[in-house]
């Protein structure tokens, strides 16, 4: 059987032995966490978020597999000093292209679970009532 090492290239086990920004961020704003209930693989994300919309900070906390973990660390990456306008622009297809290797449907939702956490994590920022989801039109008091 092959080893893991010989399965992914150097910048796959380099982000999951020595992840960047793996942890807690100290002035978190925004955070979202998330399961793939099938198998088991944990990503939280938390970011800082400055008032113009670039993220100071993006760090990570997570279980489960090689390519779930390496993927968040490289997404870690990618976003710090990007806007929320660009992160909203990172697509599936992006997330995959910057982890590398190709990968079957089913390791692939290991692969986009951080992106997806991420994603969410934009819109939930921390201290929000209504969970960071916001309607865009006018509430109700405004319609008439």
């Given at each position: 059987m092959a080893e893991i090492e010989d399965i992914y290239p150097d910048r796959v086990m380099d982000h999951y032995e020595d992840p960047y920004h793996?942890?807690?961020?100290?002035?978190?704003?925004h955070r979202h966490h998330a399961k793939n209930p099938i198998c088991g693989?944990?990503?939280v994300v938390e970011m800082r978020i400055d008032a113009e919309g670039k993220i100071r900070e993006a760090w990570f906390?997570?279980?489960g597999c090689c390519i779930s973990q390496?993927?968040?660390?490289?997404?870690m990456e990618c976003v710090e000093g990007k806007?929320?306008?660009?992160?909203?622009?990172f697509s599936a297809e992006d997330m995959l292209e910057l982890f590398g290797p190709r990968l079957t449907p089913n390791r692939q939702?290991?692969?986009?679970?951080?992106?997806?956490?991420?994603?969410?994590?934009?819109?939930s920022?921390?201290?929000d009532p209504d969970g960071g989801a916001k309607f865009g039109g006018p509430n109700l008091g405004e319609e008439q």
């Open positions: 793996r942890g807690e961020c100290e002035q978190v704003s693989d944990e990503i906390e997570g279980e390496a993927a968040a660390s490289m997404l806007t929320v306008d660009d992160v909203k622009a939702k290991c692969c986009l679970l951080s992106w997806q956490v991420l994603q969410t994590a934009i819109h920022p921390i201290g």
